[in-house]
Nanobody, 120 residues
Framework: QVQLVESGGGLVQAGGSLTLSCVAS????????MGWYRQVPGRQRELVAHSLNGGRTTYADSVRGRFTISVDNTKNSVYLRMSNLMAADTGIYYC??????????????WGQGTQVTVSS
């Protein structure tokens, strides 16, 4: 069974930096895409950054230039380097993976979420 586990969240002052990590484990034969979403109370989960196998990346307008996503396909891991953090970046960050098993069965998988709190 595929599992995604995030780490690296916490409390940081505005202007500071954090790096989130996510490792996917289980029978994974192919990694189509991995990314990060975040959710705040009362709002829908929204895309933060997304990386397709092959290197194409997408960022939310609000984080472009401040956040950097990277993927290590050999480890089925995705990272999010967050710089110049703002209070508006506060939320629960979820790791996402579009992953395929050994029988070409692909599905979307989510981590349990990690809290990021930016104090102003």
């Amino acid at each position: 069974q595929v599992q995604l586990v995030e780490s690296g969240g916490g409390l940081v002052q505005a202007g500071g930096s954090l790096t989130l990590s996510c490792v996917a484990s289980g029978s994974i034969a192919l990694n189509n895409a991995m990314g990060w979403y975040r959710q705040v109370p009362g709002r829908q989960r929204e895309l933060v950054a997304h990386s397709l196998n092959g290197g194409r990346t997408t960022y939310a307008d609000s984080v472009r230039g401040r956040f950097t996503i990277s993927v290590d396909n050999t480890k089925n891991s995705v990272y999010l380097r967050m710089s110049n953090l703002m209070a508006a970046d506060t939320g629960i960050y979820y790791c996402y993976g579009d992953l395929c098993g050994t029988h070409e069965d692909c599905d979307d998988f989510w981590g349990q979420g990690t809290q990021v709190t930016v104090s102003s």
